[in-house]
Nanobody
């Protein structure tokens, strides 16, 4: 069965950095594009970043472009999100997924002074 386990969230000051990790299992990881989504309180879940199956290309939401970097390790079935220059508006629960149908528990990111 498909599973995602996200980790690496926490409390960080504005301007700080965090690196999120996601361990995926239950499907052939290397043939799927992977995505990071986030959901802030009272808001709909939004896609933050997508990476191609071979890691050769990525795209980002305008709100995070230039600050976030998605990467993956197909040998370990892992996907990562490096987040720099964090803003209070980045506060949300972050999730990884391949088809936006199955979800893990997410990891909380709070940006506050």
């Amino acid at each position: 069965q498909v599973q995602f386990v996200e980790s690496g969230g926490g409390l960080v000051q504005p301007g700080g950095s965090l690196r999120l990790s996601c361990a995926a299992s239950g499907f052939t990881f290397s043939i799927y594009a992977m995505m990071w989504y986030r959901q802030a309180p009272g808001k709909e879940r939004e896609r933050v970043a997508t990476i191609a199956s071979n890691g050769g290309s990525a795209n980002y939401a305008e709100s995070v472009k230039g600050r976030f970097t998605i990467s993956r390790d197909n040998s370990e079935n892992m996907v990562y999100l490096q987040m720099n220059s964090l803003k209070p508006g980045d506060t949300a629960v972050y999730y990884c997924t391949h088809l936006a149908r199955s979800w893990g528990q997410g990891t909380q990111v709070t940006v506050s002074s």
